[in-house]
């Protein structure tokens, strides 16, 4: 069964720093999402993207994030300049279509670590 | 604003007895609900879904759900749990109105079974 590929597990960062984290979504899904979770909290919705554009974004995705689909099989969310409140688990997901109908499937998680 | 309770964080049970893992929700518009389970170092695993119909819902691995709108809630159970079902398990709604599927998680319940 196809799934949602995410690199690297895990990711140590100093402070400031950038930090890039990579998902190949399944081939024929259109949607692609960003969730994070911190240690103990909820998981928490980032982005939403759709047709190389933002559909939906939370509070939490403010300028410091971004997300990009560089070459048609990756999709991409970068953290310019990280804070140690960045530190969490994040999630990609993809699904067929935005609808409810089509179930969005997870990857396994990056675990980031701001020092 | 949608938001999602999960009322227990940890439920503690014996292999082969039946557990009920409980879920409300808060939203002024119609919601779809979800249930995702989560095992040690794995992704989010959609569980079930109700979408419309019936409100008792059946899922993968012998669980199932009944939605109650009066009581705004979708409680997962199972009869009879094994070991193997010992996991980070997550009530989830959609709204309606959405168009980008986006999901609103509630904080997870950690089933521990026992031997």
């Known amino acids: 069964e196809p799934e949602v590929t995410q690199t690297p597990s895990h990711q140590v960062t100093q402070m400031g720093q950038e930090v890039i984290l990579r998902c190949v979504p399944i081939s024929n899904h259109l949607y692609f999402y960003w969730y994070r979770q911190i240690l103990g909290q909820k998981v928490e919705f980032l982005v939403s993207?759709?047709?190389?554009?933002?559909?939906?974004k939370s509070e939490i995705f403010d300028d410091q994030f971004s997300v990009e689909r560089p070459d048609g099989s990756n999709f991409t969310l970068k953290i310019r300049s990280t804070k140690l409140e960045d530190s969490a688990m994040y999630f990609c997901a993809s699904s067929q279509s935005g609808t409810v109908n089509q179930p969005q499937h997870f990857g396994d998680g990056t675990r980031l670590s701001i020092l | 604003a949608q938001s999602v309770t999960q009322l227990d964080s940890q439920v503690p049970v014996f292999e082969e007895a039946p557990v009920e893992l409980r879920c409300n929700y808060s939203?002024?518009?119609?919601?779809?609900l979800f249930w995702y389970v989560q095992y040690p170092n794995q992704g989010l695993q959609l569980l079930l879904k109700?979408?419309?119909?019936?409100?008792l819902v059946k899922g993968i691995n012998g669980f199932e759900a009944e939605f109650n709108k009066s009581q705004t809630s979708f409680h997962l159970r199972k009869p009879s749990v094994h070991i193997s079902d010992t996991a980070e398990y997550f009530c989830a709604v959609s709204e309606g109105s959405s168009n980008t599927g986006k999901l609103i998680f509630g904080q997870g319940t950690t089933l521990q079974v026992k031997p």
């Open positions: 993207f759709y047709n190389n554009e933002i559909s939906e």
């Open positions: 939203s002024s518009v119609s919601v779809y």
């Open positions: 109700y979408l419309s119909g019936s409100t």
